[in-house]
C-alpha cells in the first residue's frame, strides 16, 4: 500500500440561505457529491460535506438569544475548521439577519469582521470564510441563481425564495434587502476582480415546476460544479502521476487500500478481540495456522478485517490482503495469486514472471457434459502453475519473516470448490505464516473440513457501549449532533428477539445515515408540525426512528421505498 500517495481528507462548507436553496442542496448531496467522492477517492482523497441544515441539539436552550448565538458560533466555528474550500450559493434573498447585539456576541474577537448592523448570517459566512482572507479566495466557488419566473409561483412560495416578492416584509425593507443583497453579490465580484482571480463567481438558470412547486433542471448546475469541486481539491492535492495504479493488479490493490481505509474510518470497540486476533496471527503454532471469523451479514466482519490491516503494519510481518467482491476480479482466485505472487516476488527482490491464462479449446460435448467450476478450470489451465508458483515464493518469504494472510469475505468468492475448500493455499503450511478470513456463518464448513488446522470463531455483538460510541462517532464525521430524544430512541430500539437493533453496527450505520440524508421533502413535511423550529426537527426525527424496522435488512428496504 506504501507505494500509493497518502490518504487526504478536505471539507467544504455549504452556504446559502435556507428555504430557497434546498433543491440546490439536495442536487449536490444526492447527484454531485457521491459522483465526487468517487472519482477522488480513485487519487486517495476523503471529502467531507458539512450542511448545517440541522445537526445542533438547542432544544434544551431555554433563551431565544442563547440558541442564536450558539447557531451562529458553531457556523462560524465550521468555516474555520473547513477551510480551504467553501461554497456559496446565493438567489434572491438576502437571508436572516439577528439582531445587532446577537452577531456581535457571536463574533467576539474576530477583529476582521465588519460592523454587524443588518447583516445577514449568509453575509457574515461569506465574509468571515471568503472575503477577510486572501488565502481563501482561490479556494472557494460562488454560484449565483438567475431570477426565477415568479409568476408561476403562488404568493407563498414566492415569498421563500425572494424578499421582493415576500408580503410580510414592508416596502422600505424589501428595498434594504434587495439593495442589502445587490451590494453583497457586488462585493463578492469585485473582490476576485481586484484579486485578479477568474472563474470563481459563476451564474446559472434553473426552472421552476409550478404543479410540484420546486426547483427543476439541475444537471448543468450540477456538472458544473462537479467540475469545479474535482479541480480545486486535485489542484490542492498536487498529486503526481506516479502516485496513481498502473495497472490492474495495482488497481485491485488500491481499491482494497480504500476499502480498508473506509471500514476504519469510523471503527470503534472490539478491543478484546483485536487483542485476540493479533495474538494469534503473532503466535506460533503450526497446527493452529489460521482462524476463519464468522458472523452474519451486518455484523461487522470486514471492519474487523480492515482493522486488523492497519494494526498489523505496524508490526514485524509480511501482509497478504484481499477481499473478495470489491470487484469482478477479486472473486477469481486466479487473480488473487497473480497479485500475490506480484508482492511476494517483490518482497524477494527478483522479477516477476507472468504466467498468463491460455484458453483451451474443448469440444462441445465435453462441454454439455462437464460442471460449470470444470469448465473454468479448463479455461484457465495455467492455475495450477499459479499455486505452485505462491507455493514456492510463500515458503522462501517465510523463512525470512513472518506472513500473515487476511482474507475478507471467503463466502463471495467464485463458487468453485478451489474456493470453497480453499485448495489453492499449500496442504502443509510453512511454520512461519497465519492466516485470519472472515466469511458468512456457515460458509466455511468446507475450507474448515478440508485444512484441520483452522480455528472458527463467531464474532460477538456490538454492546450497548459499542453502540454508543459508533453513534457519536458517525454523527461526529457528518459534523451533527444527534438530539438526545432521537438518540435514545435509537440505542433502546428492539427486534421481535429482544436483541437490541444497534447490535448490529450495519442496522446503526444505516439508521445514522438515513438521518443525515433528510432532504427537502423531509423539511416539507415539518412545516405541517406545530412548535418551536428547533423542537420540530426534533419531534419529527423522533418519529421517523420509532418507525425503524430493527433488522438492516428490513432498514435497508425502507430507505429504498422511501427515497
Known amino acids: 500500500m506504501s507505494k500509493f500517495a497518502p490518504w487526504r481528507t478536505f471539507s467544504i462548507f455549504i452556504s446559502s440561505t435556507f428555504a430557497d436553496m434546498q433543491a440546490e442542496r439536495d442536487h449536490l448531496k444526492n447527484i454531485v457529491l457521491p459522483k465526487v467522492k468517487e472519482e477522488l477517492q480513485k487519487q486517495r482523497i476523503k471529502l467531507e460535506i458539512v450542511d448545517l441544515r440541522w445537526g445542533l441539539d438547542t432544544t434544551s436552550i431555554e433563551q431565544e438569544d442563547e440558541r442564536e448565538v450558539t447557531v451562529l458560533k458553531v457556523c462560524l466555528d465550521e468555516i474555520e475548521r473547513c477551510k480551504p474550500f467553501f461554497i456559496c450559493l446565493l438567489g434572491d434573498r438576502y437571508g436572516w439577519i439577528p439582531p445587532e447585539k446577537r452577531m456581535d456576541d457571536a463574533t467576539k474577537g474576530m477583529d476582521h469582521i465588519s460592523h454587524n448592523k443588518g447583516k445577514s448570517v449568509t453575509a457574515l459566512e461569506i465574509e468571515f470564510g471568503v472575503l477577510a482572507t486572501n488565502q481563501q479566495l482561490i479556494r472557494s466557488v460562488f454560484y449565483l441563481r438567475n431570477p426565477l419566473d415568479y409568476t408561476k ?74 467540475e469545479d469541486i474535482i479541480r480545486d481539491c486535485f489542484a490542492q492535492a498536487q498529486y503526481t502521476k506516479g502516485s496513481t495504479p498502473k495497472n490492474w493488479q495495482e488497481k485491485e490493490l488500491a481499491l482494497l487500500d480504500g476499502f480498508i481505509e473506509n471500514h476504519t474510518t469510523n471503527f470503534c470497540g472490539r478491543e478484546k478481540l483485536l487483542t485476540e486476533l493479533k495474538t494469534q496471527l503473532l ?54 495469486l497473480q497479485i500475490w505472487n506480484i508482492q511476494l516476488s517483490d518482497f524477494l527482490g527478483i522479477e516477476y514472471v507472468e504466467i498468463k491464462p491460455q484458453e483451451k479449446v474443448v469440444p462441445v460435448d465435453n462441454l454439455i457434459q462437464n460442471s460449470v467450476e470444470e469448465q473454468n478450470d479448463k479455461l484457465k489451465p ?48 510453512p511454520g512461519n505464516v497465519r492466516m485470519l478470513c472472515t466469511a458468512i456463518t456457515h460458509t466455511e464448513k ?118
Open 153 to 226: 409561483f403562488t404568493p407563498e412560495r414566492a415569498a421563500m425564495f425572494s424578499d421582493v416578492h415576500n408580503p410580510n416584509h414592508p416596502i422600505e425593507e424589501k428595498k434594504e434587502r434587495s439593495d442589502a443583497l445587490d451590494k453583497l453579490k457586488s462585493s463578492i465580484l469585485s473582490h476576485f476582480a481586484k484579486k485578479e482571480i477568474k472563474n470563481k463567481v459563476k451564474s446559472y438558470t434553473v426552472d421552476w415546476d409550478a404543479e410540484k412547486e420546486k426547483v427543476i433542471n439541475l444537471k448543468d448546475w450540477g456538472a458544473l460544479v462537479y
Open 283 to 336: 503466535k506460533a503454532d503450526p497446527n493452529n495456522w489460521g482462524l476463519i471469523l464468522t458472523g452474519e451479514s451486518g455484523s461487522g466482519k470486514s471492519a474487523v478485517f480492515s482493522m486488523v490491516n492497519k494494526m498489523m503494519r505496524k508490526e514485524d510481518c509480511f501482509i497478504l490482503s484481499h477481499s473478495a467482491g470489491l470487484s469482478a476480479k477479486s472473486r477469481n482466485i486466479i487473480e488473487l
Open 382 to 429: 495455467d492455475i495450477e502453475k499459479l499455486q505452485e508458483r505462491f507455493k514456492e515464493l510463500l515458503f522462501t518469504v517465510a523463512e525470512k519473516t513472518q506472513v500473515v494472510l487476511l482474507i475478507d469475505a471467503l463466502d463471495r468468492f467464485e463458487p468453485t470448490q478451489r474456493a470453497k475448500y480453499m485448495t489453492w493455499l499449500p496442504s502443509v503450511m
Open 446 to 563: 468446507k475450507a474448515e473440513e478440508y485444512h484441520s488446522e483452522l480455528t472458527i470463531k463467531s464474532i460477538d455483538f456490538f454492546t450497548s457501549e459499542e453502540a454508543k460510541q459508533m453513534l457519536t462517532l458517525l454523527c461526529n464525521q457528518k459534523h451533527k449532533k444527534l438530539p438526545l430524544k432521537v438518540e435514545s430512541v435509537i440505542l433502546k430500539k428492539k427486534g421481535d428477539d429482544g436483541k437490541n437493533a444497534t447490535s448490529s453496527p450495519l442496522w446503526l450505520s444505516l439508521a445514522i445515515n438515513i438521518l443525515m440524508a433528510m432532504d427537502n421533502d423531509d423539511f416539507e413535511k415539518m412545516k405541517q408540525l406545530e412548535g418551536r423550529g428547533d423542537e420540530v426537527i426534533v419531534d419529527y426525527m423522533k418519529n421517523l426512528t420509532t418507525d425503524f424496522p430493527a433488522l438492516p435488512g428490513k432498514l435497508f428496504l425502507s430507505l429504498i421505498r422511501v427515497r
